[in-house]
């Protein structure tokens, strides 16, 4: 039986959760702004030009981990790396890192799960990224891109190269031009962070643990792979997921379960595959999602024992 006390307390969980949102999406957007200024998309294709597959990969993975695009404009980016001449290896790497492994995800991680699941979170789709890179193009997998031009997407009308004057006033126009950015890209996500801290907010107060302890706890092997497969199909933004998260893992859900369904939700969403279909043939797309659900997989259980 649901009281009055409880709605009051539902309702305080809800401002609390919106307010954490606030902050740190608004800190984070800011930084994600002056990220882009300092790496453009030029920068990126420079570095990944270099003929050091290895090492190439590294820097992939890493400027995928830096760079925060979404889906949207991360494959115009892939297809400017592959007109440019990069090694396939480090545009796949880079693929694979930029839409889960980016500063807002870290961030959220470190305020919602704390350093240590972050560092493996880290750790272990950073390696996946680099390793796969290197294994997709030893297999003979650069066969499988299509000859397509994209466009739309980020583009770079602002970035250091482009910004006058002295270091000092390049650096208060980024500061400005990140701030502003900030709170824009706030009034576009601010439905999904609301959202975000309702459902947390009602799983909190009205739903039972042992049923989420039951069916997706630690016990329940089938559980990392079965979210990971739910993840994929879904459209999962991780302002939303993460402290829904949260919540769930309070009330008894599994921490690999819900790593591995923001993994495969954020990794290869129905938009990202549908694009990624226009540039690579079946065989890539299929190879693609295949990663995902392996590094969900992977990493989900490797919460679970060390978590």
Known sequence: MFTTETFIHAGKTFLMLFGELFALFIGISFVVALLQIYISQERIKRVLTTPRKGMNSILGALLGAVTPFCSCSTIPVLVGLFKSGASFNGAI????????????????????????????????????????????????????????????GHQDS??????KGTFWQKQAQ????????????????????????????????????????NFAGANNLWAVPFAAIIGIPMYIRTETMIPIASILISKGVAPGVMIALILGGAGASIPEVSLLNSIFKKKMVVAFVLCIFAVATITGYVFNFIL
């Open 93 to 152: 790497s880079f693929l694979l890192t930029s839409p889960i492994l980016n500063p807002a995800i870290l961030t959220l991680m470190v305020a919602f799960f704390g350093i240590k699941a972050t560092v493996i979170y880290t750790i272990f789709t950073f390696t996946f990224a680099v390793v796969m890179g290197l294994i997709l193009d030893a297999a003979g997998f650069q066969k499988e891109v299509k000859n397509v031009t994209v466009t739309g």
């Open 158 to 163: 602002v970035n250091w190269e482009t910004l």
């Open 174 to 213: 980024s500061f400005k031009i990140a701030f502003r950015d900030s709170f824009g890209l706030f009034k576009g996500v601010v439905g999904y962070l609301l959202l975000g801290a309702g459902i947390g907010a009602f799983i909190y107060e009205f739903i039972p643990t042992d049923l989420l302890a």
